[in-house]
């Protein structure tokens, strides 16, 4: 069965660092793949997402992330972390033979130090 | 920017009585989603709705829920007689098109509490 793994419940960083949010799936072929981000009192708000072609994906609000098909793996990432960043992150897979479902991870919940 | 918008926002319920948590998806999209996050978990995909019925549910969506789409705006999920345990962040979404690439809208959720 398809699963997605975030082994990171909680990370903190502080304003101006670098940011790196893991996301591990399991599935036979290659998965369209998600990340979402979900401020407190907002619905989920997707930041970029890969089905084919360059591995490393731009998406909105200076995130990236980048496919690994060898390691299994989506990370988020940011060169430089804003206050405004602070939120939960979800990872999310959609099985490319089925249109309708995506399967989340648990989320990482994302705090910012001034 | 159209917006899925979900009411209420909370909602408390008794056990055993039945509810209906309603969703207006974005005006063009043509497939619409419920998903649910218990408190602590992840977040499921319940069941995806496409021309007036449904295209694909999971096993948590059992007889006691059920979908409409009781007019051209509105997509609601029923819960026939909840449980404590239906107690969750429920979330719509939609999307212009049922291929996995097309993005889904969420909605900000109605957190239903179940006493």
């Known amino acids: 069965a398809q699963s997605v793994t975030q082994p990171d419940i909680h990370i903190t960083v502080s304003e101006g660092a670098s940011l790196e949010l893991r996301c591990n799936y399991s599935?036979?072929?290659?998965?369209?793949l998600f990340w979402y981000v979900q401020s407190p009192g907002q619905g989920l708000q997707l930041l970029l997402k890969y089905f084919s072609g360059d591995t490393l994906v731009q998406g909105i609000k200076g995130f990236e992330a980048e496919f690994k098909r060898s390691q299994s793996s989506f990370n988020l990432r940011k060169p430089s972390v804003h206050w405004s960043d602070a939120a939960e992150y979800f990872c999310a897979v959609a099985p490319s033979d089925s249109s309708y479902k995506l399967i989340f991870g648990s989320g990482t919940r994302l705090l910012v130090r001034p | 920017e159209p917006e899925v918008t979900q009411t209420p926002s909370h909602q408390v319920t008794q056990m055993g009585q039945e509810v209906i948590l309603r969703c207006v998806p974005i005006s063009n999209h043509l497939y619409f989603y419920w998903y649910r996050q218990i408190l602590g978990q992840k977040v499921e995909f319940l069941v995806s709705f496409y021309n007036n019925e449904i295209s694909e549910k999971s096993e948590i969506f059992d007889d006691q829920f059920s979908v409409e789409r009781p007019d051209g705006s509105n997509f609601t999920l029923k819960i026939r007689s909840t449980k404590l345990e239906d107690s969750a962040m429920y979330f719509c979404?939609?999307?212009?098109?049922?291929?996995?690439?097309?993005?889904?809208?969420f909605g900000q959720g109605t957190r239903l509490t179940v006493v």
């Open positions: 599935y036979g072929a290659t998965p369209y």
């Open positions: 979404a939609s999307s212009e098109d049922g291929q996995s690439f097309a993005e889904a809208f």
